[in-house]
């Protein structure tokens, strides 16, 4: 009895005193995916990246709103979304205390502006992530005078962008044609 | 909505709500579990066991798993309540005595995971039960099934919160390390994600990327070599290694063609 005693005190507890004290996680631990609403440019790569369908994205083209949706009830805490970011705004954090009463608690949401159409006027893509393509053509050095045409350029729609396209390549080749024919 | 919710008419509903509350201020510490899997993958059943195991030892909040449904104050739904499984949880739920708290547990069980969308899986234990909490995770770990466990008691209090936010002017998002070439910051990043998989190539990339922000050929050397000095696993030296042999060809491909 007393051996048995003298074992158990020098072997210790070894229960973790987990809801009376923090617990500490392991190093990699895949928690919940945290979101920075700052550093997102709503381009939509984790909604394709994850496997779940936990990330959403919705598009309301009349009033011009892109929202992203994680529903943390659907997370399966792969971190693809993580992988993806371009701008490192959603990471797994150590956290797993997730336990929620209501699923309302359990969702994000975070609307962004979309932009207009500087042609047909529709709405297209997100303010932000133009804003992010400026900033990465900057950086590659983009002097300062094309800034404004190149933002004309990129708040054109694609189709509109085609359309344009196809209207010049027609030109062209009617005027070349004209060209030829005069020379004959 | 269910089945379930049908047998009642709203008197009952707030009388059940009531004894539900009263349990919750009676039951603290002797609270009988059981657990209904509704065509799960297994996984949180495994983490159910390893969360009653000594390490976590519910039973000294007096949290213990019973083996029959009418034991049971709080049930424990796991899966994404598959066609089959749909009609022996309803009996399980039946055979539970009121008032009862019910547990959607694991993602699947809180709204059908990734198996969401499957044909046959009803998605989730709300979709048949009314859920008084959700326990995400896939599966949870034991800690946080206890955290579960003390919020369903109101033990514990729930920390996550639903956000909504509305963006009201647009911010610029400046691209990261914006002083190093993005060809270069590309070839960094693919080698260390190649060598060392997403999670630890981005971080070892990331701070290469940072000595590359600070300084030209021989700061960059230096740093990088002090870094290595102390580092005593071989792999990541290799990496390291690697790593700045990018860059430094990258710097003679330009001075080669700029001489």
Redesign the interface.
């Known amino acids: 009895m007393f051996k048995l005693l003298k074992k158990a005190l020098q072997v210790g507890e070894a229960t973790v005193e987990y809801p009376f004290k923090p617990l500490e996680v392991s190093p990699g631990f895949r928690g919940k995916p945290v979101y920075n609403f700052e550093q997102c440019i709503a381009c939509g790569a984790c909604a394709l990246a994850c496997p779940a369908n936990a990330i959403t994205i919705e598009c309301n083209l009349d009033e011009g709103i892109k929202s992203w949706n994680i529903f943390y009830g659907r997370c399966i805490f792969c971190g693809r979304c993580e992988e993806v970011c371009p701008t490192g705004a959603i990471t797994l954090s150590p956290e797993f205390e997730l336990a929620a009463t209501t699923k309302e608690d359990l969702c994000c949401r975070a609307d962004f502006r979309l932009v207009r159409c500087r042609s047909c006027g529709e709405f297209f893509a997100p303010a932000k992530e133009l804003e992010y393509i400026l900033a990465n053509l900057e950086n590659i050095g983009l002097p300062e005078t094309a800034v404004a045409t190149t933002r004309q350029l990129l708040e054109v729609c694609p189709q509109c962008k085609r359309r344009r396209g196809t209207d010049a390549a027609i030109k062209s080749l009617y005027w070349s044609g004209n060209h030829k024919q005069g020379r004959k | 909505m269910t089945t379930v919710e049908k047998d009642f008419g709203p008197r009952e509903h707030a009388k059940l709500a009531e004894m539900k509350e009263k349990l919750k201020k009676v039951i603290r510490r002797s609270v009988y579990v059981y657990r209904v899997d509704c065509g799960g993958c297994n996984g949180c059943e495994i983490e159910i066991f390893a969360s009653i195991s000594?390490?976590?030892?519910p039973e000294?909040?007096g949290i213990k798993v019973v083996a029959s449904p009418r034991h049971a104050d709080v049930l424990l739904f796991t899966g994404p309540m598959t066609r089959p499984m749909r009609l022996p949880a309803l009996r399980a739920y039946r055979a539970a005595p009121d008032p009862k708290i019910v547990v959607a547990y694991g993602?699947c069980g809180?709204?059908?995971?990734?198996f969401?969308?499957c044909y046959s899986v009803w998605g989730?234990a709300?979709k048949i039960f009314p859920v008084?909490?959700?326990?995400?995770?896939?599966p949870?770990?034991p800690?946080?099934t206890?955290?579960?466990m003390?919020?369903?008691l109101d033990?514990?209090q729930?920390?996550?919160?639903?956000?909504?936010?509305?963006?009201d002017e647009?911010?610029?998002?400046?691209?990261?390390h914006?002083n190093v070439?993005?060809d270069l910051r590309k070839g960094i990043e693919r080698e260390a994600r190649r060598l060392c998989g997403?999670?630890q190539g981005?971080q070892i990339a990331d701070k290469y990327l940072q000595f590359l922000e600070e300084g030209d050929l021989q700061a960059v050397d230096r740093k990088v070599k002090e870094l290595l000095k102390d580092e005593k696993d071989p792999r990541l030296v290799e990496v390291y290694l690697k790593l700045h042999q990018i860059f430094t060809d990258s710097m003679e491909r330009a001075t080669g063609n700029g001489g």
Do not use: F, W
């Open positions: 000594p390490v976590y030892d000294r909040l993602t809180c709204s059908g995971g990734i969401h969308d989730g709300d008084d909490v959700y326990i995400p995770g896939c949870p770990t800690a946080a206890l955290y579960g003390g919020v369903a033990i514990l729930q920390k996550i919160k639903g956000a909504h936010h509305v963006e647009v911010v610029r998002v400046q691209p990261a914006p070439h993005p997403y999670l981005k």
